[in-house]
């Protein structure tokens, strides 16, 4: 099994600032089958980013996937009030795995 | 628009079963493959089965193989999941989400649309 961990686990930063979440797998993730979900508080999670850095539909261009192999990154270039929650990286090449979440709070 | 509906959830005692259902609208559902994935209160979540677009292929997590049988109904746009066995560590929300094509051998599911979840609660 992969095993994701995520970094940090809470991040807290104002409305405007740039966010920065890492995912580094336990093993190599083939094809860079990885994906990046939002879950706010009550609701189901949103798929965000596929394939380590295409987008989903209708995901505003702020988000953004980069990565390979063992480390893969969520940026969120300026964050807006709607944007603070937990976000959670899956990869897809093996069985599928969660990380453990990162969660991004108004400082 | 892409509608999933998940039933069936409540309070189950251990050592009991439990048939969830998801109702899903809006896209062609005899093209997808549909997953269900959980979420323990205040935990991360955790998939727990995948079933293909023909119900050809089936997969499990450890954690409820041979506890748990995923299946589907394409005439009536309907994905299940039959719990027996269970145990408290199964108390979760239950979500069913969408796995969209392109599908291959060497790809397993992520996500596109889920469900808001359907909660489970194991205990005597």
């Known amino acids: 099994e992969i095993v994701l961990t995520q970094s940090p686990g809470t991040l807290s930063l104002s409305p405007g600032e740039r966010a920065t979440l890492s995912c580094r797998a336990s093993q190599s993730v083939s094809s860079s089958y990885l994906a990046w979900y939002q879950q706010k508080p009550g609701q189901a999670p949103r798929l965000l980013i596929y394939g380590a850095s295409s987008r989903a539909t209708g995901i505003p261009d702020r988000f953004s996937g980069s990565g390979s192999g063992t480390d893969f990154t969520l940026t969120i270039s300026r964050l807006e009030p709607e944007d603070f929650a937990v976000y959670y990286c899956q990869q897809y090449g093996s069985s599928p795995t969660f990380g453990g979440g990162t969660k991004v709070e108004i400082k | 628009q892409v509608q999933l509906v998940e039933s069936g959830g409540g309070l189950v005692k251990p050592g009991g079963s439990l048939r969830l259902s998801c109702a899903a609208s809006?896209?062609?559902?005899?093209?997808?493959?549909m997953s269900w994935i959980r979420q323990a209160p205040g935990k991360g979540l955790e998939w727990v089965s995948y079933i293909s677009s023909s119900s050809s292929y089936t997969n499990y997590a450890d954690s409820v193989k041979g506890r748990f049988t995923i299946s589907r109904d394409n005439a009536k746009n309907s994905l299940y999941l039959q719990m027996n066995s269970l145990r408290a560590e199964d108390t979760a929300v239950y979500y069913c989400?969408?796995?969209?094509?392109?599908?291959?051998?060497?790809?397993?599911?992520?996500?596109?649309?889920w469900g808001q979840g359907t909660l489970v609660t194991v205990s005597s």
């Open positions: 989400a969408r796995d969209p094509p392109p599908y291959s051998s060497t790809r397993l599911p992520y996500f596109d649309y």
């Open positions: 809006g896209f062609t559902f005899s093209d997808y493959y």
